[in-house]
């Protein structure tokens, strides 16, 4: 320890006296210093700071303004470079819209829906009918899946019976089923199309039909505004189920118009055509890139642009929901319901009342899977095509039509009137509206805002404010050594030894 200690002082000693010999300045000589560097650094106004051997009254009053006034313009760069620094960190953004007109434009996919979920002729007990539809949309909207006990029971002593029994096959075979009888008209672009040009999905409203479903199919482009699809359905009022002291009082179709390879999401975006009527559907395309919309990524936007989706293509919130659900309730209940996206075994109806009901509570409770910002389970895209659609009516048919129409479908006017909805998907505009968010500042553009506060105020560049650093740098190491050469007097280590302490004195 007693070595340790020599060779420290050792050390400290060689230091001083390499410090003695390159001495601080002389005052005079540091003075002399200040006042080159006054004269010749390229800040403005520093140079007014220094007499350059005037003297007198004048001269003194001269030097406190450009004091003053050198002081007040630092104080106001400074001021203004961190205003711009705030609003950088800030993350602001700007929104700009472009209107782009096109030749032609590729159309999109409509899914159509029927309002009523099952047929009557399939279904012997039209309580576990309503019961399953409950189970159904319960997965797809998070709401929970309510029955009363002797309801349940019915429900459980008819699959007893039915120990095979599949809800997905159910809704398949007894749910909207779409040839002939039920799509009596289809015109795309002028071409008749039909039922096998049409295909099924399951949604909240049981089965469901896409037209123009894959990029590769169809998708003809619109070349002429006011062209487009042409459909023409047959409800069949007669096998509606839905009971309407549940709330299913309407009759018609709901259809949702959407990106191919984005599945529809009809809660909050089904338009609705009621029957009698012909609805005369006016859409744009808008792209954000259709309707597209380019939001920035997270600081400056909500969207994360490195999420995939595993089942899906392209990354939707609606997508990642489906997909959070499914996750969740494969792991709670070690199967998926047939809705959702997932392998897996499909849940069966015990499974859906007993657990997958528990999950989607505790979904929604603890909020799970959330959507929106940047660190929600699905934050918004950071691309996204929509198609607004603007829809009108008519009534259908006329009485004139209606003895045409009789003719050609063998049904009478009644009939057509209580069954039939005719809907007509066309352009408005052949044109993209292009909707872009964008940084509103960048790095380049910050430096260059801070450079031209600084030149505005102070005339300072780059180069002075190296000097300014150079300045500092030379004065700090200054008072450095003029505090290393004083630190014998201070006593640095604290010996028990009295030899030690005479040892620090003497160098």
């Known amino acids: 320890m007693a070595t340790m200690r020599s060779v420290s ?96 434009i590729e159309f999109p996919s409509v899914s159509f829906c029927n309002l009523n979920r099952f047929q009557t002729k399939a279904v012997n007990n039209l309580s576990i009918a309503f019961f ?14 309510d029955a009363e006990e002797n309801h349940l029971q019915e429900v459980i002593d008819f699959l007893q019976r039915n120990q095979n029994f599949s809800i997905k096959e159910f809704t398949r075979n007894y749910g909207f089923y779409l040839n002939k009888s039920t799509l009596l008209k289809c015109s795309y672009f002028g071409v008749p199309c039909y039922a096998e040009d049409f295909e099924h999905i399951f949604t909240e409203y049981g089965n469901c039909y896409t037209f123009n479903h894959d990029e590769g199919s169809l998708n003809k482009k619109a070349s002429t505004p006011g062209s487009g699809l042409s459909v023409l359905f047959d409800i069949k009022q007669s096998e509606f189920t839905d009971e309407p002291s549940l709330g299913y009082v309407d009759a018609g ?33 808008l792209k954000v890139f259709a309707s597209w919309i380019l939001i920035q990524e997270h600081p400056w936007g909500e969207c994360n642009p490195y999420l995939n989706l595993e089942y899906h293509e392209v990354y939707s919130t609606y997508g990642c929901l489906q997909e959070c659900k499914s996750r969740f309730i494969k792991n709670e209940c070690g199967c998926v319901p047939f809705l959702l996206p997932g392998i897996g075994k499909e849940c069966d109806l015990q499974q859906l009342y007993n657990c997958v009901s528990t999950a989607l509570y505790r979904i929604e409770k603890f909020n799970i ?30 009485e004139k039509a209606a003895e045409y129409l009789s003719t050609k479908l063998g049904k009478n006017t009644t009939y057509m009137r209580n069954n039939l909805v005719y809907i007509d998907i066309k352009y408005q505009e052949l044109n993209y509206k292009i909707t872009t968010q964008q940084k509103a500042l960048s790095a380049s553009v910050l430096l260059s805002d801070i450079g031209g506060q600084l030149g505005l105020f102070c005339g300072a560049s780059m180069i002075t404010i190296i000097e300014i650093m150079e300045y500092i740098i030379t004065n700090l190491y200054w008072i450095c050594i003029f505090l290393i050469l004083k630190a014998p007097n201070v006593p640095l280590w604290t010996f028990n030894q009295s030899r030690y302490r005479r040892e620090i004195q003497e160098c």
């Open 369 to 398: 899977c959330t959507v929106g910002t940047y660190n929600s389970t699905c934050p918004v895209p950071c691309e996204e095509t929509d198609y607004p659609a603007t829809i009108s009516y008519s009534t259908f048919p006329s």
């Open 132 to 145: 399953m539809w409950n189970v159904v949309s319960a997965v797809l909207l998070s709401t929970s899946i």
């Open 9 to 104: 002082i050792a050390l400290w000693c060689k230091i001083k006296d390499y410090l003695r010999a390159h001495a601080v300045p002389s005052k005079d000589e540091q003075k002399k210093y200040h006042h080159d560097f006054a004269l010749t650094t390229s800040f403005h106004g520093v140079h007014n700071l220094v007499n350059n051997g005037n003297s007198g009254v004048k001269s003194t009053i001269r030097k406190i303004a450009w004091v003053s006034v050198v002081t007040v313009f630092i104080i106001v760069a400074f001021w203004q470079v961190c205003m711009r620094f705030i609003n950088f960190y800030s993350w602001p953004t700007t929104t700009s819209v472009t209107v782009q007109y096109v030749e032609n």
């Open 253 to 285: 179709i709901t259809f949702v118009i959407h990106s191919a390879n984005i599945r529809p999401k009809f809660d909050g975006q089904g338009v609705y055509s009621p029957v009698g009527m012909h609805g005369h559907v006016s859409i744009q395309h």
